[in-house]
């Protein structure tokens, strides 16, 4: 049984580093958007991959964990980014002028 290598999924791409700049075009509702479809896409494969699994169309148990744990991975991120923003947010709204 030959288990691949796990990278960052690709709906985590648009979080900016060293290695990865964001498209200065790009504005950050649209960033964010695209983060979440990228997200929302890799739920759905995941669903497919748990259907596959149980009417058996596909045998493969390690493929379909590893599907869900990218799925999992890059929801909890999501939120954690979430809870930033508003946490930010309402950073903001305390200040005073």
Do not use: W
Not at 47 to 70: F, H, P, R, S
Not at 78 to 96: D, G, H, L, P, S
């Amino acid at each position: 049984m030959k288990i691949e290598r796990l990278d960052i999924p690709s709906a985590l791409s648009n979080i900016p580093s060293t290695q990865n700049k964001i498209d200065s075009n790009s504005s950050f509702s649209e960033t964010l958007k695209g983060s979440i479809e990228k997200i929302n896409s890799l739920q759905k494969q995941a669903d497919a991959a748990i259907n596959d699994l149980l009417v058996g169309n596909n045998k493969d148990i390690v493929q379909t964990m590893i599907m869900m744990e990218k799925a999992d991975v890059a929801f909890r991120l999501m939120t954690q980014v979430r809870n930033k923003i508003v946490q930010a947010y309402e950073e903001i709204m305390r200040m005073q002028i």
